[in-house]
């Protein structure tokens, strides 16, 4: 089953470390005089993943991505003191190990972390991987039952109760990403009007406060290649903060395509969650309600928000390419997905229903 596990390979063009500066460095730091190879994760739109190799030593490099211009959701300091804190408390967490602000390495700051072997699920499964129904779904069980364990963590306890501003969260959120669309729009969209006004008029009040990790989806978590119902990791912390746990469950659900959805929705699929076994966005609703003891009688509201806000991301990562700030042509497709979501958004306003 080792084979199975994600594999890094040939770095992207355009996407290039600087090694006759980073070889140094890791040999300085390392106490070695091996030579460096590097290879790249291929997955991840946003903050860029490397694996680097030297003799029998493995580590892995993070770093924000070329040419994007929204600083605040780079922050690899911020990154590396949120894993620094959290993986003793969620061993799940990647291990960090080092972080790096000196940009003549680099020309940005970056961070080491230890590797997490194990198989990640994307769009669909590789054909060796089964996944029977028994499998999938005590596998949708377990990826619900990890977010909330997350949130059952005390934060202050470990040393993050100072990463967010929890008053006045689920706000600054609605109307800060309604904002990052306008400053990265590339187009009239009619759908953004009519949900920024919906969301705004139906704001909930927040309940309890959580850490939470903000881009919680199957393609973000590592799986024990012996048991792929057991998750032994957990990736991309870049947006984790403190606030109302209901979005961290919404942007899950967003990223969670059912078998009946529309066509559309169902071809930006991001995982495989419409195998037979997986559960379905109200039943993970309903097992994340009698396991924390939540109330989630709002969650059309964090549904329609949190498709939206994945919308906008992708819209961010589009403006990239469409500025010509990179040349990854990956990005090419992506108003086809911000569309679909956008539309998917509205139905479920529209409709009430997750």
Not at 66 to 90: C, I, N, P, T
Not at 168 to 185: C, D, F, M, P, T
Not at 314 to 326: C, D, E, P
Request: aromatic residues 10%; charged residues 25%; hydrophobic residues 40%.
């Amino acid at each position: 089953m080792a084979a199975l596990c994600d594999q890094a390979g040939a770095v992207r063009a355009g996407e290039e470390l600087d090694l006759t500066r980073l070889q140094p460095f890791l040999q300085q730091q390392y106490g070695c005089d091996e030579p460096v190879s590097i290879e790249q994760f291929p997955s991840g739109h946003s903050n860029l993943t490397y694996l680097l190799r030297m003799g029998s030593q493995e580590v892995v490099l993070r770093r924000p991505p070329f040419g994007s211009k929204v600083r605040s959701a780079h922050d690899m300091s911020r990154e590396f003191r949120v894993l620094s804190k959290l993986h003793q408390a969620y061993p799940v967490a990647p291990q960090a190990l080092l972080y790096c602000d000196d940009q003549a390495i680099l020309g940005v700051p970056f961070y080491l972390m230890d590797p997490i072997r194990g198989v990640i699920l994307r769009r669909d499964p590789p054909p060796d991987v089964s996944l029977p129904p028994k499998t999938a779904e005590r596998l949708s069980e377990g990826f619900l039952d990890n977010l909330a364990r997350l949130h059952s963590l005390d934060y202050a306890g470990i040393g993050l109760g100072e990463l967010g501003k929890p008053q006045g969260y689920l706000e600054r959120q609605v109307k800060g990403w309604i904002e990052r669309y306008h400053n990265s729009k590339t187009e009239d969209r009619p759908e953004v009007g009519l949900i920024s006004d919906w969301l705004i008029r139906r704001l909930p009040v927040s309940g309890a406060t959580t850490l939470i990790h903000n881009d919680y989806k199957y393609d973000n978590v590592v799986l024990d290649p012996d048991d792929l119902a057991r998750i032994v990791g957990v990736l991309d912390w870049e947006m984790c903060t403190l606030g109302d746990p209901l979005t961290d469950l919404g942007t899950a659900l967003a990223y969670w395509t059912d078998p009946n959805d529309p066509e559309d929705f169902r071809e930006i699929r991001s995982g495989p969650t419409i195998l037979p076994g997986t559960l379905t966005r109200a039943q993970l609703v309903e097992r994340y309600a009698a396991v924390t003891g939540c109330h989630t009688g709002d969650m059309v509201f964090y549904l329609a928000f949190a498709r939206f806000k994945v919308a906008v991301i992708v819209q961010q990562i589009y403006y990239r390419f469409a500025q010509r700030l990179t040349s990854d042509l990956r990005f090419a497709c992506l108003p086809k997905r911000v569309h679909a979501l956008l539309r998917a958004s509205w139905q479920c306003a529209e409709s009430g229903t997750i």
